[in-house]
C-alpha cells in the first residue's frame, strides 16, 4: 500500500496483478439496508403530502386540494425515492475487501488497492452535546477511482472498523517512523513534522500549543490558551484520519479527549 500523506510517494507496480474478484478473500458478513433508513423518510414523506393536501382541503376545497399538491408530491420524491432505492442497499464484507450491491450498480473494492480513506460525518448537535457520526466511507484508488461505502446499513460501525483496521492502521507504525526520520507529512491542508504542525499557512510547534482536544469530528488546537483554538481541523477534511489522529498523540504535549467518533474509529 502507498502512503498518500508523504509527498515521494509512488502507487505501487503491479502489472500481473490479479482480478479484483479473486483477491477479496473470504466472505466475513453480509450487511442490508436498516429499517430505518428506509421507512423513516418515507413515513415522514407520506405526512408531509397528507398533511399539505388536507390543509390546502380545509382552506379551499378542492382546488385547494390541489394547489399544493405538486409542492408535495416533489417533498415526496425528494425524500421517499432515495429512501426507496436504498432498500436495495447490501455491503459484502470480506477478508480482503468490499463489493457494495446498490440496486443494478456493483461496486468491489480491495483493500491492498486503497490509497486514500476520506470519512463523510453527519454532525448533530443536541442537549447532551455535539456528536459527529460516520455516514459513509469514500475509498480512493491508486489509479483515482472513488468509491462511496454508505453506512446506512445493519452494524455499519462493523464495517468502519473493518475498513480502518485494513486500509489505514497498517500505516501507523510506518508514519511515525517516518516522522522520527525528520520527515514531513501530509494530510490535505495540514502539514506535520517531529517539530510542529502547518495548518494552511499558520505554523505552531508542538512545543507551543497548551492544549489539543479531540472533539467530536475534529481536533482543535491551542497555543497559549485553553479557551479559543488556534486553528480547528475536521476529521473529514484530512486523508486516513486514523493515521493523522494518532501521529497527533505522539506529537501534542498534552492532550484531551472529549469525542465519541473514536469509538467508530477503532
Not at 507496480?13 to 490479479?18: C, K, L, N, Q
Not at 446506512?152 to 464495517?159: F, N, S
Not at 489539543?212 to 486553528?231: C, D, E, K, L, S
Request: proline share 6%; hydrophobic share 45%.
Amino acid at each position: 500500500m502507498a502512503h498518500p500523506y508523504r509527498r515521494d510517494s509512488t502507487p505501487p507496480e503491479a502489472p500481473t496483478r490479479r482480478p479484483a474478484e479473486d483477491r477479496l478473500g473470504n466472505l466475513r458478513a453480509v450487511h442490508r439496508a436498516t429499517r430505518r433508513s428506509v421507512v423513516v423518510p418515507i413515513v415522514f414523506a407520506t405526512g408531509l403530502l397528507v398533511l399539505a393536501s388536507s390543509l390546502g382541503a380545509r382552506a379551499y376545497g378542492l382546488r385547494g386540494l390541489l394547489l399544493p399538491l405538486p409542492f408535495s408530491l416533489a417533498c415526496f420524491a425528494l425524500l421517499a425515492i432515495p429512501a426507496l432505492r436504498r432498500r436495495k442497499l447490501r455491503i459484502e464484507v470480506h477478508d480482503g475487501g468490499l463489493v457494495v450491491h446498490q440496486g443494478r450498480a456493483r461496486a468491489v473494492v480491495v483493500f491492498e488497492d486503497v490509497d486514500e480513506l476520506w470519512l463523510e460525518l453527519d454532525r448533530r448537535s443536541s442537549w447532551a452535546g455535539d456528536v459527529a457520526l460516520i455516514c459513509a466511507v469514500r475509498l480512493v484508488e491508486h489509479g483515482g477511482a472513488e468509491h462511496t461505502v454508505p453506512l446506512g446499513v445493519e452494524l455499519g460501525h462493523e464495517i468502519t472498523r473493518h475498513i480502518i483496521r485494513h486500509c489505514s492502521l497498517p500505516l501507523v507504525a510506518d508514519a511515525e517512523q517516518a516522522l522520527r526520520a525528520g520527515e514531513t507529512l501530509t494530510f490535505g491542508k495540514v502539514r506535520i513534522d517531529a517539530e510542529a504542525i502547518l495548518v494552511g499557512e499558520s505554523r505552531a510547534a508542538w512545543k507551543d500549543l497548551s492544549l489539543v482536544r479531540m472533539q467530536p469530528g475534529r481536533i482543535a488546537f491551542f497555543r497559549g490558551q485553553t479557551v479559543i483554538p488556534w486553528r480547528t481541523v475536521a476529521l473529514d477534511e484530512v486523508p486516513h484520519p486514523t493515521v493523522f489522529m494518532n501521529l497527533v498523540r505522539a506529537c501534542a504535549p498534552r492532550i484531551e479527549v472529549d469525542d465519541r467518533l473514536g469509538s467508530q474509529m477503532g
